[in-house]
């Protein structure tokens, strides 16, 4: 049986792949990998001029690897293509954490590869079988209709990547794949850990599926296939509404765009995203999950599998009024009187304390400096001042009332400031408080402090109400945050900011 015309139709329907593309493809040497990398050899040749290379990862549990691993390796050999190669240990990790964890180095080792061969695409052999056991697995974890339409055929391979992972094989039956194979005299190896049921999905294949088929339900694998591609079409429409409401109730997540915008030019990555209560309390409970994927997408997380715990974990946010929830790894969801926020709980290592002289420049992340000059006022200080840009990403001093050299270095409990404009001093603490920056988020706030050990800038949020320029101010030193390296992901990230 050929299923080269039902997987060219099935490319073509879904815009897999584009002639002259570079191309990773997953191949373990079982059945279906084997399937998917002889099928796109043979769609290169006729239909699509593509760059293929071959990858194989040893997840270090099974005495056969080396053999798989070789025979994969000849097949790109014989045809010509670059093969990669790596070996993880998954040796002594617990049953219930195995499947992940492998999940997860198996696409970071993708993720390599694609780099490295610079692909634009990864290809990998999810087949009709798989989109069934998926969609079954997630309507018993209750995760709603994103979970139903299980896997896409086609989707950023990760956050920050901008290689796509897509699935060619996704509308055909294993028995068709088995059949390809007998019918070219393709081998393939078995891997005994497919009929493991310790995994969920194996139980799922070897246990569920066949007892549902024998219990009158032949086609059950057929319409839940079926029932997915129906689902991702609703997903779609409600994906394109979500992003429409997110963009348009979007908002800085504190008080003080500008610390927003240091924040996320420091991390050189969207750190958090918000939208105004009033436009999350209007969503239609459908959209909901929708807009939290527009939120995780905007700070380049990982997806979240919704599931029933997180939904009543949304509601509950929502009647509180204010409260946080962790959805799962970094990812933190919090609500506080005036926004919903998302962000990344974990803190960006910055490279400080350091002394900034005058001049100078310092980097403080791989992505951000501060420099330090001084500047001749020959005009009214004050009137020179409104000349430039109001932005707390830069600090005005009046040299006279600092000591350089400075330090710049992380906040820290007990510090104080004065504010500009404020009566006196306050704790930074509270500054930040009134400034509505999230407790969560404060890890980010840096200070610069003069020789003297006064505080005189808040970069993004303040400077020194005792720096101020005045009229009769004839020297200044401008203290600068600049941008010294693009994002990962700049098509996405320096749109959040």
């Known amino acids: ?71 994969v390796s000849h097949m ?60 079954l697995m997630h309507l018993l974890r209750g995760s709603g209709i994103h979970g139903l339409a299980a896997m896409p055929p086609m989707r950023a391979l990760t956050p920050h990547s901008r290689s796509q992972l897509i699935r060619p094989l996704l509308s055909v039956r294993k028995t068709d794949i088995i059949a390809y194979l007998k019918e070219r005299g393709i081998a393939w190896f078995e891997d005994a850990s497919n009929d493991d049921i310790r995994f969920t999905r194996n139980r799922v294949r070897h246990r569920v599926l066949p007892l549902l088929q024998n219990e009158n339900f032949p086609g059950v694998v057929t319409a839940l296939a079926h029932t997915a591609v129906h689902c991702r079409e609703v997903v779609v429409y409600l994906e394109e509404q979500a992003q429409t409401a997110y963009s348009d109730a979007m908002c800085a997540w504190a008080a003080r765009p500008d610390f927003c915008r240091f924040v996320h030019m420091a991390a050189g990555r969207a750190i958090a995203c918000a939208m105004h209560n009033t436009a999350w309390d209007r969503l239609p409970h459908a959209l909901v999950p929708f807009v939290l994927r527009c939120f995780l997408r905007a700070i380049g997380s990982e997806e979240v599998p919704m ?19 962790r959805l799962s790894g970094d990812t933190v969801i919090w609500r506080d009187q005036h926004r919903t926020c998302c962000a990344h709980s974990d803190a960006m290592p910055f490279a400080l304390p350091q002394q900034l002289p005058v001049p100078g420049e310092i980097a403080i992340s791989p992505y951000v400096s501060i420099t330090a000059e001084l500047q001749e006022v020959k005009v ?87 720096c101020r320029i005045l009229a009769a101010t004839p020297t200044v030193i401008v203290l600068r945050c600049e941008k010294t390296a693009p994002f990962a992901d700049s098509s996405r990230q320096e749109r959040q900011i």
């Open 307 to 325: 599931e029933e715990s997180h939904y009543a974990m949304l509601e509950e946010l929502r009647e509180h009024g204010k409260g946080a929830i």
């Open 76 to 135: 790109a050999e014989t045809r010509g293509l670059r093969f990669f190669w790596d070996k993880i240990d998954l040796h002594g990790e617990k049953e219930s954490a195995l499947e992940e964890r492998g999940r997860r180095l198996r696409y970071q080792f993708f993720a390599r590869c694609a780099n490295e061969f610079q692909a634009d695409k990864v290809a990998v052999a999810h087949h009709a079988d798989d989109q069934a056991e998926t969609l």
């Open 1 to 71: 049986m050929d299923i080269l015309p039902q997987v060219s139709q099935f490319v073509s329907r879904h815009s897999l792949l584009t002639p002259g593309e570079r191309v990773v493809v997953a191949v373990s040497a079982g059945a279906d990998s084997t399937a998917l990398a002889d099928i796109l050899c043979r769609m290169s040749v006729a239909d699509f001029p593509l760059t293929l290379a071959f990858a194989y990862l040893d997840h270090g549990l099974r005495s056969q690897a080396k053999d798989e691993a070789a025979y």
């Open 380 to 466: 009214n200080g004050e009137e020179w001042l409104r000349e430039r840009s109001p932005s707390l990403l830069e600090a005005y001093l009046r040299e006279a009332s600092v000591a350089p050299p400075f330090t710049v270095r992380m906040w820290q409990a007990g510090d104080t400031v004065w504010p500009l404009g404020a009566p006196g001093k306050r704790k930074i603490a509270n500054v930040l408080s009134d400034a509505k920056i999230p407790p969560l988020l404060r890890k980010y706030v840096m200070v610069v402090t003069d020789n003297r050990g006064d505080i005189v800038w808040l970069p993004g949020i303040t400077v020194a109400h005792c």
